[in-house]
C-alpha cells in the first residue's frame, strides 16, 4: 500500500500528514517575518487538489474549520473595547466608515470596469474593506507601537471595521434565508431575529454569566471549557434562528466582554484559535482549483495593488482633512494595506449562498496572500519607508496640523530637564521633580492617554514618539541641562542619543537600559551616563534598609 492510498483509508494519517505539513510551511514563513494566515492559505493549496491531492476528510476538515472561526469570532467579542473608540473618539470612527465607504465605492467600480456583474463586484468591493486586526495587533505589538498615537487610532478603526463586517454578515445571512420575500420583509425579518439574538444574549449575560462564570472560575479549566461551549451553543443557535453561526459566536464573546476573567479566557483559547484556523484555511486553500482560477490573476493583482496604495492613501486624506500630521496618517494608514481573514469568512459566506463562484473566491483569496504578505513588510519597515517618501506626502498634510500641534503648546518654553517617558520609572523621576519647583521640566510620552491624564493634572507634559524624526523639532531641549530618557529599547535611546548629537545639544544626556548587556551596549555610544532601574533600587535597598538592619548598631 502506497502512502497515497494509506492517506485515504485513514484520517488518522491524513491529519498527521497536514500537521507536519504545517510545522514545515510554518517554519519557513517564520523566516520569511509572514503571519500564519498566509502560511495556512498556501497549505491548504499544497495539499488541495491542485498541488498534493491528500486532503479527503472534507468533513471532518469543515467541522473543524467551523469551530475554529466560530472561536476567532468568539474571541473578537471578547476582546471588543468600546471605550478605546471613545477614547480616540472621531478619527476612529470617521476613518473607520470613511475607509469603509470609499474602498468599496471605488472597489465597486473597479470590478464593473473589469466586467464583473454587479452581485460579483459587490461582494469583491466589500471584501476589500477589512483589514486583519489579528494581524496589525501583532505586529503593532512586536513593534511595541500598540500605545502610539497611530497604534491606537488604527486599534480604533479596525474595531469599527471589525463592527461593519458583523453588521454586514448578520443582513447578508438573514436575507439569505429568506427567499421568495420582498426587501421590507427581508429587513423585517432581519430585525426582529436581531432583537430576540440580542435579547437572548442579554439575558444570559445579566442574570447568567456572572454567578455561574465566578462559580466555575474556581478552575480555569473549567472557565476555558464553558466560554468554548457558550461560543459554539450561542453559534448554533443563530443558525437556528436564520443567522450566521459567526454572528452568534461574536454575541457570544461580547456577552462575555465584560467579565474579569475574559483577559484568563482569551490567553488561553489563542492557541487554540490558531490550531482550528488552520483547518477553516486548510479548507479554503484545498478547495481552491488553481487552473480554474488562473485566469483571475491579472485582476487579482490589480485589486492588490489598490488594496495596498489605494486605501492608505484613502486614509491618508481622511486623517489628513481632520488635521493629523502626515507621519501620523501614513503609519496608521499603512495598517489597512491587507484583506483579512473576515474578509476570506465573508466570501465564503457568499459561496454558501449561491451569490459567488468559485473563481471569485478564489480570486478575493489570491487578493488576501498577496496584500497579507507585502503589507507585513511594509508595517515592519514603515518608518524606513516614511522617511524616504515624506516630501510626497505633504500634499496630504494640513498647513495647520491642528489635532497634534495642540499637544505642543510647552514648545515655547525654556525647561531645565527634558525626560523622555512617563512609564513606571519615568514617572516615579517626574514625582520627585514635582517636589522641586524651581527646576523646571518638560514630559515627552508617546500613549496618547498618558498624555492626556497628566495634562488634565496640569504637568508639563507632551506627545512625542522617539522614532519621529521630527519630534526634537518641537521640543524646547536647546536650553535644557539635561535630557533623560526612560525608554528601555536600545535603538530609541540610541536614535535619540545621535539625534540630539546632529542638534548639536551639549547638556547632559542620560539613557536607560534595563539589563546588563543593553548597558554595555549604550556605554559604547558614550553618553553621560546610563540609568539601570533595578541596580539603582537593589542599590538603594542595600545602602538604606539592609545597612541600617545589620550594620547600624555595630
Not at 483509508?9 to 498566509?38: H, S, T
Not at 453588521?167 to 445571512?173: E, K
Not at 543593553?518 to 556605554?523: N, S
Request: charged letters at 15%.
Amino acid at each position: 500500500m502506497n502512502w497515497s492510498s494509506a492517506i485515504v483509508e485513514n484520517p488518522f494519517y491524513e491529519f498527521a500528514a497536514i500537521l507536519f505539513l504545517a510545522a514545515l510551511l510554518g517554519g519557513i514563513g517564520q523566516l520569511l517575518r509572514q503571519p500564519l494566515i498566509v502560511t495556512f492559505i498556501a497549505l491548504g493549496i499544497v495539499v488541495g487538489p491542485s498541488v498534493l491531492n491528500i486532503v479527503h476528510s472534507k468533513e471532518n476538515i469543515h467541522l473543524l474549520a467551523e469551530i475554529g472561526v466560530a472561536i476567532l469570532l468568539f474571541i473578537v467579542g471578547l476582546k471588543l473595547d468600546l471605550r478605546l473608540i471613545r477614547s480616540i473618539g472621531q478619527v476612529a470612527l470617521l476613518t473607520g466608515l470613511g475607509q469603509v465607504f470609499f474602498t468599496s465605492l471605488i472597489g465597486y467600480f473597479i470590478g464593473l470596469a473589469l466586467g464583473f456583474s454587479a452581485l460579483h463586484s459587490f461582494y469583491i468591493a466589500v471584501a476589500l474593506t477589512f483589514s486583519s486586526t489579528i494581524i496589525i495587533v501583532k505586529l503593532l505589538s512586536d513593534k511595541k507601537e500598540i500605545d502610539t498615537l497611530h497604534g491606537q487610532i488604527a486599534i480604533g478603526f479596525l474595531i469599527v471595521q471589525d463592527l461593519v463586517v458583523i453588521l454586514v454578515m448578520i443582513i447578508l445571512s438573514a436575507m439569505g434565508k429568506s427567499e421568495g420575500t420582498s426587501l421590507w420583509q427581508d429587513l423585517l425579518r432581519t430585525l426582529l431575529l436581531s432583537a430576540v439574538l440580542l435579547l437572548l444574549t442579554y439575558g444570559v449575560m445579566k442574570w447568567v454569566i456572572p454567578g455561574l462564570s465566578y462559580f466555575l472560575a474556581r478552575s480555569q479549566e473549567m472557565l476555558v471549557l464553558f466560554a468554548i461551549a457558550w461560543a459554539v451553543t450561542l453559534a448554533s443557535v443563530s443558525e437556528l434562528i436564520g443567522f450566521s453561526g459567526e454572528v452568534g459566536a461574536f454575541l457570544a464573546g461580547v456577552s462575555l466582554a465584560s467579565s474579569p476573567f475574559k483577559d484568563t479566557v482569551s490567553s488561553r483559547l489563542v492557541s487554540l484559535r490558531d490550531f482550528l484556523l488552520l483547518f477553516f484555511f486548510v479548507n479554503l486553500g484545498a478547495g481552491l482549483n488553481l487552473s480554474v482560477i488562473g485566469s483571475q490573476v491579472p485582476a487579482a493583482l490589480l485589486f492588490a495593488a489598490f488594496v495596498l496604495v489605494g486605501n492608505p492613501v484613502i486614509v491618508l486624506i481622511i486623517m489628513g482633512v481632520m488635521g493629523y500630521r502626515k507621519r501620523t496618517s501614513f503609519l496608521a494608514g499603512l495598517t489597512v494595506a491587507q484583506i483579512s481573514e473576515f474578509s476570506l469568512i465573508f466570501a465564503g459566506l457568499g459561496l454558501q449562498m449561491g451569490h459567488l463562484s468559485e473563481e471569485i473566491l478564489g480570486l478575493i483569496t489570491l487578493v488576501g496572500l498577496v496584500t497579507i504578505g507585502l503589507s507585513t513588510y511594509l508595517i515592519l519597515y514603515a518608518h524606513p519607508i516614511y522617511e524616504a517618501i515624506a516630501p510626497v506626502l505633504n500634499v496630504f498634510e494640513r498647513k495647520d496640523p491642528y489635532r497634534e500641534k495642540e499637544a505642543f503648546r510647552y514648545e515655547q518654553h525654556q525647561y531645565d530637564l527634558i525626560l523622555f517617558g512617563l512609564g513606571r520609572f519615568g514617572s516615579k523621576i517626574a514625582h520627585y521633580l514635582d517636589a522641586h519647583p524651581d527646576i523646571k521640566y518638560l514630559g515627552v510620552d508617546f500613549d496618547p492617554q498618558v498624555v492626556s491624564a497628566w495634562q488634565q493634572r496640569g504637568r508639563p507634559i507632551i506627545y512625542g514618539d522617539v522614532e519621529d524624526p521630527e519630534i526634537l523639532d518641537r521640543i524646547p531641549f536647546r536650553h535644557a541641562k539635561c535630557v533623560v530618557s526612560t525608554i528601555p529599547g536600545i535603538e530609541d535611546a540610541v536614535h535619540l542619543l545621535q539625534e540630539l548629537r546632529e542638534r548639536d545639544y551639549r547638556g547632559r544626556i542620560f539613557l536607560t537600559a534595563l539589563q546588563d548587556k543593553d548597558a554595555r551596549l549604550l556605554g559604547s555610544y558614550k553618553p553621560d551616563q546610563v540609568l539601570m532601574p533595578y541596580h539603582m533600587a537593589a542599590e538603594n535597598f542595600y545602602n538604606t534598609v539592609l545597612s541600617e538592619t545589620f550594620w547600624a548598631k555595630k
